[in-house]
């Protein structure tokens, strides 16, 4: 009953309204043509665009959803043509319009091309489910970039920004002349140029795709061409939605950190670095495994304790013994382990982007390493020790590479107006590292702690996996409880390109349960559409 009489009354409000407008214009109809000689025109700004950011085949990241809204002359025809198709709210901003002469925009699905109304197609800078948001960033509540490419960028993306707007005639009173209909006008608003980045769309989709299907809440994946270093998706969890902030702000399991590029303890996928110092320095080691080591009166555990008997190498990582390698490090000595893990990017930064950098992490310097306790530590990856999903990633791919380190990168090129890639980005150098009978012996390693190790959830029949897990004791507390990082850094190859991978699960169980399986669906995806 409410309803019907408070449409009845907006129908009669509404009626009033079109009648004193039209009594209105015909009253000044004759100031209005004796005006006509002297008019000029009306604006209205309908949207602006910004420029693009594109992924490595030139497929859009931003700017690519679209909607409609219709722009009405202050007329009563216009106001009666479009009242069926609006809301409430939007009829009394409408009439409000009218009523001081100037144009509507109102969002409306419906299609028009009348002189008093016509309809125009607006970019969304952002999507819902919004791929790469916090590597993209977001604008502030100016249209400038406030975090991530959107503000290292922004001078550039803002100078290929455009207008829509629209255009009507109008005598010198500002009445609307006769006859006269609205004009859209679209001045560079679908910009071309942009930025064009190493993500690949569909990899990306993959790797968020996968770290919701196994409910990783807070965490990362990082997939790069191991080959050329390139980052074809960096995904972080939770990520926030560009088009609510404000719930975002409120999270409390902060989506606007950028996981991909945070530093974390990273535990036992450090082990294989270990080994790679020690091959390179010949250093061999008969053990075995109680369950437990003495180093110096402190006594380092094993996972739960376990007693792994008799081990060599290939069984110590495929079991992950720590008191294997604590035993391995204090023959190899940390200065080898260090230099070894300098050269391929622990410890520094990585500029990904021009001004764009990930966290540095932390590798302990000699001189910080003052006791057999301390290298004990190190050689299983706990401590001070921590690096980023991209630092690890980029790491990992030297045991592919025959031992050659590659900085990992997210930038392409610039893009102008025209769609020419105007700068383009060199790829950074490889250099060696260690030597290829190493990286052949890790390569073996890793590929067994897959088939016959702890690994065995990131096996798959399609590709051919290798890895190491991890579950590291992150010094972070929640309730008396120590909060654990878990992880899985491999890499498989796929139609002839080689892909290294980094997963992290914040608050995590094991690497083997949370991070594995990630892997796996990773690299099955990607041989799907390879």
Known sequence: MCKRASTAYFALILFFGVLIVNIFLICLNIDSRSAAGTGSTRRIEIAESRGNIYDRNMKKLVNS????????????????????????????????????????????????????????????????????????????????????????????????????SAEWSVDALGHILSGSGIEINNESYTPAGGIQLTIDIDIQRIAEKALKDFNIEKGAAVILDAGTGEILAAASVPAFNPLDLASALKDENSPFVNRAISAYSVGSVFKPFVAAAAIEQRVEISFECSGSIDVGGTVFKCSASRAHGKVDITKAMEESCNSFFIALGQETGSESILRLCSAMGFGRQNELADGFYSAAGSLPESGDITSPQDLANLSFGQGELTATPVQLAAAYACFANGGIYREPTLMKAIIDKNLNAVQKVSLPEGYRVFSESTAAELDRMLESVVKNGNAEKAYSDITANHGKTATAQSGWYENGREINHTWFCGYFTVSGKTYSVAVLKEDGISGASDCAPVFRQISEDIAEIS
């Open 65 to 164: 959803a679209q909607s409609t809204v219709a722009v009405c002359l202050p007329t009563a025809e216009a106001l009666s043509l479009i009242t069926p198709f609006i809301s409430e709210s939007e009829r009394s901003e409408v009439y409000e319009n009218i009523s001081s002469g100037t144009a509507s925009v109102v969002k409306t699905d419906i299609i028009f091309n009348e002189p008093e109304v016509k309809t125009a197609v607006v970019i969304s800078r952002y999507s819902e489910n919004q791929l790469c948001a916090n590597l993209i960033g977001h604008l502030d509540e100016n249209g400038k970039g406030a975090m991530g490419l959107e503000k290292v960028y922004d001078n550039y993306l803002s100078m290929q920004s455009g207008s829509l």
